[in-house]
């Protein structure tokens, strides 16, 4: 049985265009996660720069911030810039739906722990969730 609770606070202008939750679910079944309380919100720049601001002191706009709140079991809190998110994948030349899969995996990956500080870690965050996405898509 899934012990899994997920909130999405979809607070972007912007529309997500594919169910949040049910893909999120997808992706934590992808990685055999049962248990946990995971909390996305879909938000736009003045709000994700305030975040950033505020609890990483840091002064400019991202695409994801990701608050990991406990290990056993995952929970946390994810931040997602839906204008950024839309403009890299514009810059990247890839589908916004896409663009927007990959970043919330990426929250997940967060929460479980690994990190993107080194271009080695990166870069292994990089194949990891391109390897679940196509996992999930089928490819």
Same mark, same amino acid.
């Not at 946990?36 to 990483?56: A, C, H, R, W």
């Not at 929970?75 to 589908?95: P, T, W």
């Given at each position: 049985?899934?012990?899994?609770?997920?909130?999405?606070?979809?607070?972007?202008?912007?529309?997500?265009?594919?169910?949040?939750?049910?893909?999120?679910?997808?992706?934590?079944?992808?990685?055999?996660?049962?248990?946990?309380?995971?909390?996305?919100? *879909?938000?736009? /720049?003045?709000?994700?720069?305030?975040?950033?601001?505020?609890? %990483? !002191?840091?002064?400019?706009? #991202? =695409?994801?911030?990701?608050?990991?709140?406990?290990?056993?079991?995952?929970?946390?809190?994810?931040?997602?810039?839906?204008?950024?998110?839309?403009?890299?994948?514009?810059?990247?030349?890839?589908?916004?739906? *896409?663009?927007? /899969?990959?970043?919330?995996?990426?929250?997940?990956?967060?929460? %479980? !722990?690994?990190?993107?500080? #080194? =271009?080695?870690?990166?870069?292994?965050?990089?194949?990891?969730?391109?390897?679940?996405?196509?996992?999930?898509?089928?490819?």
């Amino acid at each position: 049985m899934s012990l899994i609770q997920i909130v999405i606070n979809d607070l972007s202008e912007i529309p997500i265009p594919f169910d949040a939750e049910s893909y999120l679910r997808s992706v934590l079944n992808a990685l055999d996660i049962e248990t946990g309380s995971f909390e996305y919100s *879909f938000v736009d /720049k003045p709000t994700i720069l305030d975040v950033n601001q505020t609890y %990483l !002191g840091h002064d400019y706009v #991202t =695409d994801i911030i990701t608050f990991p709140l406990d290990q056993d079991p995952i929970q946390g809190d994810v931040y997602i810039c839906v204008d950024e998110v839309q403009e890299n994948a514009m810059d990247l030349g890839h589908l916004f739906e *896409f663009e927007l /899969k990959i970043v919330m995996i990426h929250g997940v990956l967060h929460l %479980l !722990g690994y990190t993107d500080y #080194t =271009d080695e870690d990166r870069a292994e965050m990089d194949r990891m969730q391109l390897e679940l996405f196509n996992r999930l898509v089928g490819c």
